[in-house]
């Protein structure tokens, strides 16, 4: 096995830039890597080796010609969540009724991608249409967990962060709706930022809650994601909901923490999350971070966000009174599946939607019907509406009195493959503290704060005001590089060998 | 529908009724098991009518939204041939679809 791929982005693209080594061996490192364990992590949906090798080539072209690299990532290979439109592979989101489809264009995100030289090397699972927790709501099965591979890893970007934790890529990309890029971090040990709302492209994302859905990246380390949101965040004409202001100056404030001093940084704990609820193992990780980044100068302050308990009930009427409509779209006569020669349309469409949607998916679909329905519309949708206004108050409220704010990133540790799959309700609890900076459209990353006492991976959550990415990637790498030389080397080291 | 929504469940039949507005084809082993989950769903979210929010604006975007406008010139979209690639059936250059006006 080829020691490149144990090595971060910022490393590999170093190497690439300098030519000591060719993006296209980095590349095939990896599709290497791929071959070589995916048929247990199964974390890739398309595996596109012809055209990440092509893709490598033209970086190595370049380069060999004396043109400085397109950006600082270029030659570096990424992992995309197949929720991005990609023209030249096929884009399922997770579910069957896009089976083989291939997008007529590419999401900016993608031309953003490919601009910049990252090499794409495939597309990775999720939960169908990004709705799940653990990415068992995929139609084209589970991704195993490579802390542990009869255990979940997270979701519903499951795909993009076993990847990662599998040195399958050194990066990915990957969508939080109610915390599908944190949460899956936290179970494997990898970093994943959920963007400000607005802050990354949703032109070509295939939504879920359009008000809600964020692409962000993911990475083994805090720095590595710094570089990769500089290449995919900043303004999109062809996105409504794009924010038209400077991107934060993540890579600097990531190179600023990792210098190691919080001084002079305000850091909140909510006391609303972390309590009940939270494994032991979880809790004490979590209190443990608290500690040393106290130890690295920052000032601990307690702070009180009294609507959070009930930002999971408003979370779930809101994400499926959203879902219910989007998915309208759906309808097995432009492109996708058709099932059945009905003599209606009306026919075709319900059973092309029963044939292409799972379980999950059908039932936020009805149940976003059902708060949406005339009588039921002011007492679910509209009154989760004025409590999302709360909660975006709390967080207002608290960035007065702190610079960020944390939190434990889910309350469990990775569970079994299989454990939550028929308990919706215990499966949506996974986002009790994730779901709240989503309502808000605020800024929140998980960095790993070591292992729990069953030796799974905890993450630690930092949360900031809409574009404060600056100083949430500052407090994380600064925790990180702390937590690194205490433990003498990366967690993500200690993750077990696959087993074939 | 009517009935107090915030103490009353989800039966067997407004699960049907939904899904046929869904256009979801549902089985009648799917209905039973969802009319159980979603009543346990709806208990749950339930919970944000506890909340006294009378004088509380509603948010449906995080961000205010308006309306983005570009330049009126012409710049290249998909083609006749790009837009109908994953059409599940196309004829003579458009969607082939089934009847769409009843007979009723």
């Known amino acids: 096995m080829s020691e490149l791929i144990r090595l971060t982005a910022a490393e590999l693209a170093e190497k690439i830039h300098s030519r000591e080594v060719s993006a296209v061996e980095v590349a095939q490192a990896h599709l290497d890597r791929i071959a070589a364990v995916d048929g247990t992590v199964h974390a890739f949906l398309h595996v596109a080796s012809e055209a990440a090798l092509v893709s490598a080539a033209l970086v190595d072209d370049g380069l060999a010609a004396g043109v400085a690299p397109a950006s600082p990532l270029a030659g570096v290979p990424l992992a995309l969540k197949d929720v991005f439109t990609t023209i030249d592979m096929p884009t399922t989101a997770g579910s069957k009724i896009l089976s083989g489809w291939r997008p007529p264009y590419d999401a900016t995100l993608t031309t953003r991608l490919r601009a910049a030289g990252v090499t794409i090397l495939g597309k990775t699972n999720m939960d169908e249409f990004a709705m799940g927790s653990s990415t068992e709501y995929s139609a084209y099965g589970p991704t195993r967990n490579p802390w542990a591979t009869a255990r979940i890893p997270g979701g519903s970007g499951g795909g993009s962060a076993a990847a990662l934790a599998a040195f399958e890529a050194p990066l990915a990309v990957g969508t939080d709706t109610g915390g599908s890029v944190r949460q899956p971090a936290a179970m494997t040990g990898t970093v994943g930022v959920k963007p400000t709302y607005g802050g990354v492209s949703r032109y070509g994302l295939i939504a879920c809650a359009s008000s809600l859905d964020q692409g962000g990246p993911c990475a083994r380390t805090v720095g590595d994601a710094a570089l990769l949101h500089e290449v995919i965040a900043g303004y999109d004409p062809l996105d409504s909901t794009s924010i038209d202001e400077p991107v934060p100056a993540v890579v600097a404030a990531a190179r600023l923490g990792a210098s190691g001093d919080l001084s002079g940084v305000r850091v909140g704990v909510i006391r609303e999350l972390g309590g009940e609820g939270y494994q032991a193992g979880v809790r004490s990780s979590f209190d443990a971070a608290v500690v040393q980044l106290q130890k690295l100068g920052a000032e601990i302050v307690e702070v009180s966000c009294p609507h959070f308990e009930y930002g999971l009930a408003a979370y779930y009427l809101i994400l499926p009174s959203e879902v219910s409509s989007n998915l309208a779209r759906f309808d097995a006569m432009r492109y996708g599946l058709r099932v059945g020669t009905g003599a209606s349309a009306e026919e075709v469409m319900a059973a092309t939607r029963e044939a292409g949607f799972g379980p999950e998916v059908k039932r936020r679909i009805i149940l976003g019907t059902y708060a949406l329905s005339s009588g039921y519309y002011d007492a679910y949708y509209g009154q989760a509406q004025k409590v999302r206004t709360l909660i975006a108050r709390d967080f207002a409220a608290a960035f007065t009195h702190a610079d960020v704010l944390v939190s434990p990133t889910a309350p469990t540790t990775a569970f079994p493959i299989g454990d939550k799959v028929d308990d919706p309700l215990a499966m949506y609890l996974n986002d009790l503290a994730t779901i709240p900076t989503n309502l808000a459209g605020t800024a929140a990353l998980s960095v790993p704060s070591g292992l729990a006492d069953d030796g799974l991976p905890v993450g630690l959550q930092v949360m900031a005001p809409a574009l404060g990415e600056a100083v949430m990637y500052r407090v994380a790498a600064a925790y990180e590089a702390a937590r690194d030389a205490e433990d003498g080397g990366p967690l993500i080291h200690r993750v077990p060998e696959v087993p074939a | ?104």
Do not use: C, K, W, Y
């Open chain 2, 1 to 104: 529908m009517s009935a107090d929504p915030v103490t009353s469940g989800i039966t067997r039949d407004e699960v049907a009724h939904l899904a046929r507005l869904a256009r979801l084809a549902v089985t009648d082993a799917e209905l039973d098991v969802f009319a159980t989950q979603l009543d346990v769903i709806l208990g749950a979210v339930a919970r944000v009518g506890e909340v006294a929010a009378d004088d509380i604006p509603p948010t449906s975007h995080a961000v205010p939204l308006r309306n983005v406008f570009r330049p009126d010139e012409r710049h290249p979209g998909l083609d006749q041939e790009q837009a109908l690639a994953g059409a599940p059936a196309a004829e003579d250059g458009r969607f082939r679809v089934p009847r769409i006006l009843g007979e009723e």
